[in-house]
C-alpha cells in the first residue's frame, strides 16, 4: 500500500512547535502576532475554514483580529478595512477569506493588502517574487504540499511532475515551486489533450481542479507520488448524508501510488499551517526577531 502523507498530524506538529516560539518572542516584544481574517457573507464552507483558522490561533497564541461582514458589504468599505489594517501594528497577517460574493472584485482587494502582511500570499508582489526566485511570503497551499513532501523525503529534483489546475492559487504557484526544486513540471487544463497519458508519466502528480474523483488509478503511474488538493463535498444517493471527497479516487488509486494524500487530512491542515507560518514570518520581520 502507499506511503500515506498525513498533512493533518505534520500539521499538529509544526503548530505545536510554534508555542513555545510565541511565547518567548511575546516576553521580547510585549504582544502576540496577530492575523486578522475578512470574511463576507455567509459560505458555510468559508465560515468552517475561518472557524479552524482562528482555533488554530488561539491553540498556538496568535491574536485573531478579523471581522465578518453582510454579504451586501460593498467594495469601499472592505478597502477601507483592508487600509486601516496596513496600518495597524498590532496585525501581522491579512487575510480575505475566498470566494468573495460576485460583486466584489476579490483582485483589486487583494492587491490593497500591505505585501509585508499578505499572510496568504496572493499579493502581485509576493507572486513576483516568487517567479524570481526571491525570498517572500508564499502562496499557502502551494507551500504546504512543498513542506509535506519534503518531510516526507520525497525526492523532486529530476523528477517529472504534472499539475491538473492552472489557478493563482495553487497551479501557477506550485508549479514555479516545482521548478525552484529542480523538477520539470507540466500543468494541464481542461483543454489539455491525452491528460491521461501525460499523467501516467508523471511522477508527482498534483491534483487541483475541484472535480470528485477525477483521477483514477489508470491515470496514475505505479510508484508516483499523488498529492491531492481538491475538496469537494458530494451527496451519498443512498443515504443522502454528504461527505469531502477529493479530485482523486482514493481506494482506486492507492494501490499504484507509492505515496498518497487523504482527503480530508492531508492538504487542508498543511494550508493553514502555512497561513500561520506566513503571519508568524511578518511578526518576526516586523519585531526584527531571528
Known sequence: MAQLLDGKALAQQIQSSRIADIQAWHSQTGRTPGLAVLMVGDNPASAAYVR???????RMGIATLGKHFPADTIQADLAQEILSLNANPLVDGILIQLPLPPHLNATELLALIDPDKDADGLHPINLGKLVRGEPGLRSCTP?????LMETHNIALSGQRAVVLGRSILVGKPIGLMLLAANATPTLAHSKTKNLTELTRSA???IAAV???NLINEDMVKPGATVIDVGINRVTQPDTGKSRLVGDLDFAAAEPTACAITPVPGGIGPMTVTMLLENTLSSYCHRQNLR
Open 52 to 58: 479552524n483558522k482562528e482555533k488554530a490561533c488561539d
Open 143 to 147: 507551500a504546504g504540499i512543498m513542506r
Open 203 to 205: 511522477d508527482i502528480l
Open 210 to 212: 475541484g472535480v470528485p
